[in-house]
C-alpha cells in the first residue's frame, strides 16, 4: 500500500521476521521524506526503516541489527518519548554510487535531516533528530 506518493508501506516494515511486519512512523516523518524525493527527482531505495527494539538490540550474528539502543529507526518502544518521538525518525537507503549520494545527501540535508553515510556498505543514514530538539549534525559508520 502506498504511504505517500513515492513510498509504499512495506519498504519500512521491520525486517525481524517476528513483530508482523511492525510500521510506526513519527507523525509527518513521511511527508518530510515525500519532500526530499520530490525535491531530488531521484528514486530513493529504503534499506532499512522501522526496527522493533529486539529486532534493533539484537547483534548481527545473531540474525539482528546491532543498532545503537537509542537509534530513532526504533518504533515500538521510542528511546526518546520524553522529547516527544511517537515512532521511526530514521530510514537507510541505498546510495551505492557516489554521484547520487552526494545528490541525495544535499537534498536531505536542505531539508533538516541529519544523515550518516557508510560508502562501502552503500548506504545513507537520515533521521528527523531535529523534531526532538537535538542538533542537526552528520557522521561517518
Not at 3 to 25: R, V
Not at 44 to 61: I, V
Not at 119 to 137: N, V
Request: net charge neutral; with cysteine.
Amino acid at each position: 500500500m502506498n504511504i505517500s506518493a513515492n513510498f509504499h508501506d512495506y519498504e519500512f516494515w521491520c525486517k525481524c521476521g517476528q513483530c508482523n511486519h511492525l510500521l510506526i512512523l513519527h507523525p509527518g516523518y513521511i511527508e518530510s521524506l515525500q519532500g526530499v524525493r520530490e525535491e531530488l527527482g531521484l528514486v530513493m531505495t529504503p534499506t532499512s526503516g522501522c526496527r522493533c527494539r529486539a529486532y534493533n538490540n539484537l547483534p548481527p550474528e545473531l540474525g539482528g541489527v546491532g543498532g545503537h539502543p537509542r537509534s530513532l529507526h526504533i518504533c515500538d518502544h521510542p528511546a526518546h518519548v520524553g522529547k516527544g518521538q511517537q515512532g521511526a525518525l530514521a530510514t537507510d537507503f541505498a546510495a551505492v554510487d557516489g554521484n547520487y549520494r552526494g545528490k541525495l545527501f544535499f537534498v536531505l540535508w536542505k531539508h533538516g535531516f541529519s544523515i550518516g553515510w557508510n560508502a562501502k556498505r552503500g548506504f545513507l543514514h537520515a533521521d528527523r533528530r531535529d523534531w526532538l530538539g537535538m542538533s542537526q549534525t552528520t557522521f561517518d559508520y
